[in-house]
C-alpha cells in the first residue's frame, strides 16, 4: 500500500504541550502522504499520545492503549509515544505486546511507512513544522524540558533540562498557522517553565518579554500558561496586560510556607495574594487560574486550612485541584508523613466545593457586562477570562461566524459558563 492511499488516526492526552506534539506528528505524517482517517477503526496506523504526569494519568494512558488495540483493524499499526512511553518504554512495551512501537519523544523516521517496531531513528518535535490551524486559536510550544526540582515532579527526569527555541523559529510557526480557512486570532504560549524562555540560551532572563511582544503583533491575542510565581515581574505584568488577555495561569501548587519548603518550591499564601492584588489594582479584568496539590507529604490540617483561607481571599476565577501521586525518582517520593487517601479526599472535596461557588459568583458578576468574544465554534466562544479546552465557554448565538471577534453582551451565566448576545441598540 502505497503512503498516499494510508490513513492514521491519533489520541492524544494530557496537556496542551502533548497536543502540540501530536500538531506536529500530523504534520509528519501529511507530509508523508497519509490521510487523517474518519475513525480509530478505518486507520492504517493508530497513534497514542500518552501522559505520565501522575498515577491517575497513567492508568487512563494503559486504558487508551488497550482500548484502541481491541477496535483498531487487525492489521493496523499501533504506535506509543508521548511522555509514558518515552518514561517506561521497555517496561511499557514488554506489558503492552499489542503496541507495535512505543517510540518514546519523537517521531520515528519509519512511522507512517508500513514498516514494524524496532530500534529506528528519531526526529526532534519541536522544531518540525505542523498544519495550519483548524480553528481560530493554537498553542504553540516554545520551550522543551524544565531545569526546576520540586519535590514532587518527575517531569525533568524524562523531559530533559530546558531547551528553548529560537524567537525566529517560533515566528514562523505562528504564521504557519494562518490558512485560508482560519487566521489565528488567539496563539496560546506553552512550556514546562514559561517564564524561564530562553535563559539556557544566554538570551537573558526575561526573554520571554521580547518573544510576548513579536507574537502579540502577529495575532489579535496572546495567552501565556504555566507561569512560577517567582517570575512574575511587573514588567512581565504590563506585558501581559498589554496583549489584550490579562489572564495570569500561576503554578501556585500551595500556600503553606512550611509545606512549600518541603515541595522544594518558593513563595507563600501571603506573598502570592499580594501579587494577585497588585495585578487586580493594575488591571481590574484581570482574570486567575491556578492548581493545588492535596496531600502532599506532611501535609497537616494546619498547611489545609491556610488553602482554604488562601482560595476564599484570593478568589481566582479557575482552579485544579489534584490528589498528590508519589512519582519514582523524586525527592518527595523518600520523604515520611503520607496523608490518608482517605483524608487527602476529604480534602480535595472541601477545596472543589469552594471554588465551584467562588466561580459560579465571579460568572455571575459579569451579568450585563459588554464583552470581547472569539467565535471558536458556532454557539461557542470565549473572552480573555476562558483558555480554550481548559475553562468555561461563552454560550453565543449560533449565527456569528466562526473566527471572528464580537462584541456581545452578558444575559446570563450556568455555573462555570456564560450565555452572551448581541447588545440592545
Known amino acids: 500500500m502505497s503512503a498516499s492511499s494510508r490513513t492514521y488516526w491519533i489520541e492524544t492526552l494530557g496537556c496542551p504541550k502533548n497536543q502540540v506534539d501530536s500538531d506536529k506528528l500530523v504534520g509528519t505524517l501529511t507530509a508523508d502522504g497519509m490521510q487523517p482517517a474518519a475513525d480509530v477503526g478505518a486507520a492504517d496506523v493508530v497513534v497514542v499520545n500518552t501522559c505520565a504526569f501522575i498515577g491517575e494519568a497513567r492508568q487512563e494512558s494503559v486504558d487508551t492503549i488497550l482500548s484502541l488495540g481491541e477496535v483498531k483493524k487487525d492489521d493496523a499499526e499501533l504506535i506509543v509515544t508521548g511522555c509514558m512511553a518515552e518514561r517506561y518504554g521497555d517496561e511499557l512495551a514488554e506489558a503492552i505486546p499489542e503496541a507495535d512501537q512505543v517510540a518514546g519523544f519523537g517521531v520515528p523516521v519509519t512511522l507512517g511507512r508500513s514498516r514494524k517496531a524496532g530500534s529506528v531513528p528519531k526526529l526532534d518535535l519541536l522544531e518540525l513544522p505542523r498544519p495550519p490551524a483548524t480553528a481560530p486559536w493554537s498553542y504553540v510550544k516554545v520551550a522543551e524540558g524544565c531545569d526546576r526540582n520540586c519535590g514532587f515532579c518527575a517531569i525533568p527526569t524524562f523531559r530533559g533540562k530546558q531547551r528553548s527555541r529560537s ?8 504564521t504557519s498557522l494562518h490558512s485560508d480557512a482560519f487566521q489565528a486570532q488567539e496563539v496560546v504560549l506553552v512550556a514546562q517553565d514559561l517564564a524561564a524562555f530562553g535563559r539556557d540560551q544566554g538570551q537573558g532572563e526575561r526573554s520571554i518579554i521580547p518573544l510576548v511582544k513579536q507574537v502579540a503583533e502577529a ?9 512560577y510565581p517567582s517570575d512574575l515581574t511587573d514588567e512581565l505584568i504590563d506585558t501581559i496586560c498589554n496583549t489584550g488577555v490579562p489572564y495570569f495561569d500561576l503554578s501556585l501548587q500551595h500556600v503553606s510556607r512550611p509545606l512549600m519548603r518541603r515541595m522544594r518550591r518558593w ?39 491556610a488553602l482554604l483561607e488562601f482560595v476564599e481571599a484570593a478568589r481566582v476565577d479557575w482552579c485544579g485541584f489534584f490528589a498528590y501521586s508519589k512519582e519514582e525518582g523524586t525527592y518527595a517520593a523518600d520523604l515520611d508523613g503520607d496523608v490518608p487517601e482517605g483524608l487527602m479526599h476529604e480534602r480535595l472535596a472541601e477545596l472543589r466545593e469552594m471554588q465551584d461557588q467562588i466561580t459560579a459568583e465571579s460568572r455571575d458578576a459579569l451579568i450585563g457586562d459588554t464583552i470581547e468574544v472569539i467565535v471558536d465554534a458556532r454557539g461557542v466562544g470565549r473572552t480573555h477570562r476562558e483558555a480554550p479546552e481548559i475553562d468555561g465557554i461563552v454560550q453565543i448565538p449560533h449565527r456569528l461566524e466562526v473566527g471572528t471577534i464580537q462584541t456581545l453582551e452578558v444575559l446570563d451565566a450556568a455555573g462555570p459558563d456564560l450565555i452572551a448576545g448581541p447588545p440592545p441598540q
Not at 495585578?279 to 479584568?285: D, G, T
Open 167 to 174: 524567537i525566529e523559529s517560533i515566528m514562523n510557526e505562528v
Open 267 to 305: 513563595g507563600s499564601g501571603d506573598l502570592f495574594l499580594e501579587r494577585v492584588e497588585a495585578i487586580r489594582a493594575r488591571e481590574p479584568n484581570a482574570a486567575f487560574r491556578s492548581n493545588f496539590i492535596v496531600g502532599y507529604p506532611g501535609e497537616t490540617e494546619e498547611d489545609h486550612d
Open 219 to 227: 495575532v489579535e491575542r496572546v495567552r501565556l500558561l504555566y507561569l
